[in-house]
């Protein structure tokens, strides 16, 4: 809901704004895509190798965490692109509060940082329950289910920040 309200927000003043600027987004945006939708990937083959694991096949599964691991480093990764676009855009001269289109920029990309770092919270309480053979398939579930809507939340904000910035 708050992404929807930013959402209407951001329509609503650009559309009522005479001092609205466009600006070019930052290129390592699209590759922060690939590495989210990767995470994704990854993530799904941790979710097979984890039920073969619980299913009684451990000797014939690597072992299930790895791929978890792997999905984390990923979305650490995401977040340090967005450092990196936020970096971008400030040699740029564009701030916070420098205008209007710079404000929604930030505001929308650092929220959504903020989940996709709740989200890695999550995988992190997924691995330990997975290292203390606690983990019950829910929790990975519930895990997943949070990070892909993540994965599809981002590019509904990509494709909102390219058609309105």
């Known amino acids: 809901m708050m992404f929807a309200a930013f959402s209407s927000a ?3 003043r650009k ?3 005479l001092d609205w600027q466009t600006f070019t987004l930052p290129s390592i945006l699209y590759f922060n895509t ?3 939708l990767a995470s994704s990937v990854t993530l ?3 979710r097979r190798r984890v039920a073969a694991f619980m299913g009684g096949l451990k000797s014939q599964v690597e ?3 790895r791929w978890l691991y792997i999905t984390l480093f990923l979305g650490l990764l995401f977040v340090a692109g967005q450092y990196a676009a936020w970096s971008q855009l400030r040699t740029e001269g564009l701030y916070l509060a420098t205008n209007p289109s710079s404000s929604f920029f930030y505001v929308l990309t650092a929220t959504h940082a903020l989940h996709v770092l709740g989200g890695l919270g999550g995988l992190v309480y997924v691995i330990r329950k997975l290292s203390k053979s606690a983990l019950r398939r829910s929790q990975l579930d519930a895990a997943a289910r949070y990070w892909h809507f993540m994965d599809v939340l981002w590019l509904y904000l990509l494709c909102l ?3 309105k910035l």
């Open 10 to 12: 951001l329509i609503v």
């Open 15 to 17: 559309g009522s704004s």
């Open 34 to 36: 690939l590495i989210l």
């Open 44 to 46: 799904e083959v941790s």
């Open 63 to 65: 072992s299930p965490a």
């Open 161 to 163: 920040l390219w058609m």
